[in-house]
């Protein structure tokens, strides 16, 4: 995303990228693009409550339209949700409904199916069970391990990612019920 935003036509700039850890690649690029940068760690907060506040107020610092979770494996907390409802989308490495959690690819391998791939969706209080944006199937080979599946998983991913993403800035969405439409009509 962060080199698609520095085409004008791509829709959607980046305004900042926040972090739970230190020392990730995401925080490196975005310094090297020039985009401001933060990590709220849980361990640094009391607990998760005052941790959800913490992360909330540096999301709200940028005034974001939208909210992109890629590789942030933390729940966040209901201050969070209720401030970024509608806002905030996760992507997840496996075809949802199906194989919700952080194992999507190694439990799609040990079900046998035959296409895995990639999830964009809304984050709600659940565990990936928000209104689905976009999906990309990846096929799974026979030879397939779970590293194999999970790379080739992650390049689908990464695709969808920046172009449902651009398309959001661009058309907009709306949400009926479960159902997403990008678009404005």
Known sequence: MLDAAT???????????????DGIEGLTRAERHGVPTFVTRVQDFADRDAWDAALTAACLRYHPDLIVSAGFLKLVGPRFLAEFEGRYVNTHN?????????HGPRDALAYGVKLAGATLHFVDSGVDTGA?????????????????????????????????????????????ERKVRLGRG
């Open 132 to 176: 689905i944006i976009a999906q990309v199937a990846v096929p799974v080979l026979d030879d397939d391990t779970e590293d194999t599946l999970l790379e080739r998983i992650k390049v689908a991913e990464r695709r969808q990612l920046v172009d449902t993403v651009g398309r959001m800035a661009r058309e907009g969405w709306t949400v009926n």
């Open 94 to 102: 496996a075809l949802l409904p199906a194989f919700p959690g952080i």
């Open 7 to 21: 085409d004008p036509a791509y829709g959607a700039a980046v305004v900042a990228v926040g972090a739970d850890r």
